[in-house]
């Protein structure tokens, strides 16, 4: 499975892209990452399964959410369900250049645990965020524009204020060509023998330098988010397929079996044929309508 990045096209003369789910389609979303935050809201449906970084987070109707910069994520439900799902992907170079501080945003908002902690900021999002979403629905102007960067504006503030938490600053300058360039080659070439030293080297960086880097804007070293792609492709081939466990680690870049067992302990908490027996039944429930 390669984890696409997704170049994100803003809409002509405003700072993000607005996207809103296709009711010919089904839910579900392919992991992929794109360098700005992103905003969702799930209107109506059932249980949407969410999954960051090999985490899953389960949202209901009514609830709000954002993705982290650089974040891989997927999302899957049932198809017979009538879903309305509709967010933003704020344009990254925009918002920093408007609120620089911004480059050290990790955004918290969370569904219900969000909603309950800060009911009146939690129902200022979604009342900017439902008005964007109104005022897209008829012909754009140039006033049109200007209200809806006004709930943009206001969108931004709140978040701002009350769902973000420092990242650790850094006296590294951020050079995010070379980070995302690297991710991609990681993304897509995660099942050979490749690790840190022969990412430096094949980006004609040093490993130090690049680890800075990754730290800086990815809040984890090169070999980290290695083995982070690799455990998530093995997590899904747990899930969705009968590969044995020799197979799938050889498939997702590791070693041996030995190896793979005692990382994916590590992240997971349970050995791959445990975590396997645990939930593979339940995800093959969610997907068989697929």
């Avoid at 480059?103 to 009342?127: C, D, E, F, I």
């Avoid at 009968?242 to 992240?267: H, V």
């Amino acid at each position: 499975m390669k984890i696409l990045h997704e170049t994100v096209q803003t809409i002509p003369r405003l700072p993000f892209k607005y996207y809103e789910h296709d009711p010919l389609t089904d839910i579900n979303v392919a992991p992929h990452w794109h360098q700005g935050i992103e905003l969702n809201y799930l209107v109506s449906g059932t249980t949407l399964k969410f999954v960051t970084d090999g985490h899953t987070t389960e949202y209901r109707p009514g609830d709000l959410w954002t993705t982290n910069r650089r974040v891989v994520h997927s999302a899957s439900g049932p198809t017979e369900v009538d879903w309305v799902e509709f967010g933003l992907i704020i344009d990254d170079d925009f918002l920093q250049a408007k609120l620089p501080a911004s480059v050290n945003w990790q955004l918290t908002l969370n569904g219900a645990a969000s909603a309950k902690a800060h009911p009146q900021a939690y129902a200022n999002v979604r009342q900017q965020l439902v008005a964007i979403h109104d005022l897209l629905m008829t012909p754009t102007t140039d006033l049109l524009r200007l209200q809806i960067l006004s709930h943009f504006y206001q969108l931004l503030v709140t978040l701002g204020q009350t769902f973000t938490v420092p990242l650790t600053t850094t006296a590294v300058t951020p050079n995010l060509t070379l980070t995302d360039t690297v991710m991609n080659a990681i993304n897509q070439h995660y099942a050979e023998p490749i690790d840190g030293n022969a990412l430096a080297e094949q980006f004609h960086v040093s490993l130090t330098t690049l680890n800075q880097q990754f730290n800086a804007n990815v809040q984890l070293s090169v070999n980290r988010y290695l083995r982070l792609i690799r455990l998530m492709n093995a997590r899904r081939l747990l899930l969705e397929t009968d590969l044995k466990i020799e197979y799938i680690a050889m498939q997702c870049g590791f070693p041996n079996s030995k190896t793979f067992n005692r990382n994916f302990k590590s992240w997971k908490g349970m050995t791959p044929t445990d975590y396997r027996q645990a939930y593979a039944r339940y995800h093959r429930i969610d997907t068989s309508c697929l």
